[in-house]
């Protein structure tokens, strides 16, 4: 019977602790730190394709690199062994062995 | 913010009702940068459509509508736990979806003391359907009276009053059964 009177008054004392909760406030720099994300979202909606950046970045660099590389296999080796784009074009044709035809054949 | 007639509404919004919002989130919330972060998502969510917003309404619902909404949606997505309390409260679960833990000591003889006591209520509510947890903490803030809450919640008065009773009903079964395991079985 103490025991019951006992967990009654916790019962109690304990949901009187909802009434008794002291409201709880903002610092004084809340503002100052909603006007900072408030800009900031601001000015990623007016950068709407901010995101395609870095793959955009990415894209042009690797398309550089690419074309690099063929321009260099294409003009810097033929300067390199000395020989002509038609003298390069001819090898190419005897190693397929293919005729070069031209309109002096006929 | 600008001077602009939105920006000036903007501004007296924020400073007159930042407080307000800040501590709706953090009761549901308990926790101070989660409560800071539904705040500010808050007022963002206002300065977007604050020119949607002509007035008509009664402002404090507006903003208290749309802090609940921010603290109940980073309240779910921070613990599964908590959806599944959701999940019950939706389909209209009345019973408590856990049973406190046990007790800290189990000794009868040391004096509950109000900072544990505090963590038993706090463990009570977080064991109550969502609903119910959300009526009775808006009960408490500032004694909000039940056609407010019916408001906020976008319910009517006679369920409001149904959910407080029911949350109150579930506290109280469920703090005896703490304290009976923490205090000792009772004598008949």
């Known amino acids: 019977m103490k025991n019951n009177i006992k967990i009654d008054q916790e019962i109690k004392k304990t949901l009187d602790l909802l ?8 610092d004084a720099y809340f503002r100052t730190r909603l006007n900072a994300r408030l800009a900031e979202r601001i000015a990623a909606k007016n950068r709407p394709l901010l995101w395609l950046r870095p793959a955009l970045s990415l894209t042009l660099a690797l398309l550089f690199t690419i074309n690099a590389i063929t321009a260099f296999n294409y003009f810097g080796s033929d300067e390199e062994s000395g020989k002509t784009r038609d003298t390069r074009i001819s090898s190419v044709a005897e190693s397929y062995e293919t005729i070069n035809y031209s309109i002096y054949n006929y | 913010m600008t001077e602009t007639e939105p920006g000036r509404l903007f501004d007296r919004l924020v400073e007159e009702n930042k407080d307000l919002v800040y501590n709706l989130c953090y009761r549901i919330l308990r926790n101070t940068e989660d409560a800071e972060d539904a705040s500010q998502e808050v007022f963002i969510s206002v300065y977007k459509s604050i020119d949607n917003f002509r007035g008509e309404a009664d402002i404090r619902t507006w903003l208290y ?4 909404n ?11 736990k908590k ?11 009345n019973k408590p979806v856990m049973r406190l833990k046990a007790a800290y000591t ?3 003889s040391r004096r509950v003391e109000d900072k544990e006591r505090k963590e038993v209520l706090e463990e009570a509510l977080n064991s109550i359907p969502e609903k119910q947890r ?8 500032e004694g909000m009276p039940q056609k407010e809450i019916a408001d906020i919640m976008r319910l009517s008065e006679g369920a409001v009053e149904s959910l407080l009773s029911r949350a109150k009903k579930n506290l109280q079964d469920l703090l005896r059964d ?5 205090l000792g079985e009772t004598e008949g």
Do not use: H
């Not at chain 1, 009434?19 to 903002?26: A, G, L, Q, S």
């Not at chain 2, 959806?83 to 939706?90: D, E, K, N, Q, V």
């Open chain 2, 178 to 182: 703490y304290y009976v395991s923490t």
């Open chain 2, 83 to 93: 959806r599944a309390g959701i999940f019950l409260s939706i389909f209209g679960d």
């Open chain 2, 106 to 108: 189990s000794s009868p």
């Open chain 1, 19 to 26: 009434d008794r909760e002291d409201p709880v406030k903002t």
């Open chain 2, 65 to 68: 509508r749309i802090a609940l």
């Open chain 2, 134 to 141: 959300t009526a009775i903490l808006l009960s408490k803030i």
């Open chain 2, 70 to 80: 921010k603290a109940l949606d980073i309240r779910k997505s921070k613990s599964a």
